[in-house]
């Protein structure tokens, strides 16, 4: 186990969800929020430098926003993971394919007028240390297929394909393969905070129709894989600079600095010590 142990948080909305990621941990150990009495379990991720807070937060984008920003002031995550199960938008995405999300678009937003609904889309980027991971971990796996693609988000369980709801994705948020109800949370309140990124992992579950006939347990199952697999490849943010140059070896932010090689602009006062032509006493 590395002696440096850098800190995850991984955020499921279902218990199956949870319980997929939770397979991979070891050493698991229960942490309660001293105020608000928030659940979250600590374990290790073996031959990783990660230890992994897992949050199951329930379902909605509130719950989810709320939470998400909960842990980020309470246990001050590098990166956080929201991992779970999503209804598929196209056809070429299959049960059991997981989708990494490259934008999360919050459905709803818009003006309401005679003419019609004027879509106002909001949308939120997945991490790009985060995404370039999740490449090259996902890149070539051959347990399931792996889409980095962008996804659809509200408060509505979408089980018509045919619907008004399902026409209004396809009509403004063409590029959607998948759609769920917690990713805009979590992103938004990660943007705010703006020290941790985020990155959506779903697995597809069925193809967000009435007769779902998909499987949770698959997707859920392929999503915790997934996720292990970016966590495996991530590396921890470096807190020292490893370059060649006049700041090497310090760190950001420290208030020790080598001038050395460096070059400046302006005026410069200094004060000379030393022998001067003459000036038998060197004063």
Known sequence: MPETQRTVAVLTAL???????REHLTDIETLTHPRYGTKAKLGQLPDTPWQVVLVNMGEGTLTAATLTERVLTWLDPEAVLLVGVAGGLKEDIGIGDVVVATKVYSIHGGKETPEGFLVRPEAWHASHRLEQAAKEALGNTADFKTHFKPIAVGDVLLADRKSKLAQHIHEHYNDAVA???????VA???????EAGALIIRGIS???EEDKGGSQPRAAGNAAAAAVAVLRELTPKQTTDPREGPFRGDTYGGDHFDFRQSTFNGSFVAKFVGHRPGDEDGR
């Open 179 to 185: 759609i769920e109800m917690e990713s805009s949370g």
């Open 15 to 21: 218990s199956l969800e949870y319980d997929a990621v």
């Open 206 to 208: 069925d193809k967000a």
């Open 188 to 194: 938004n309140a990660v943007q705010l905070a703006g």
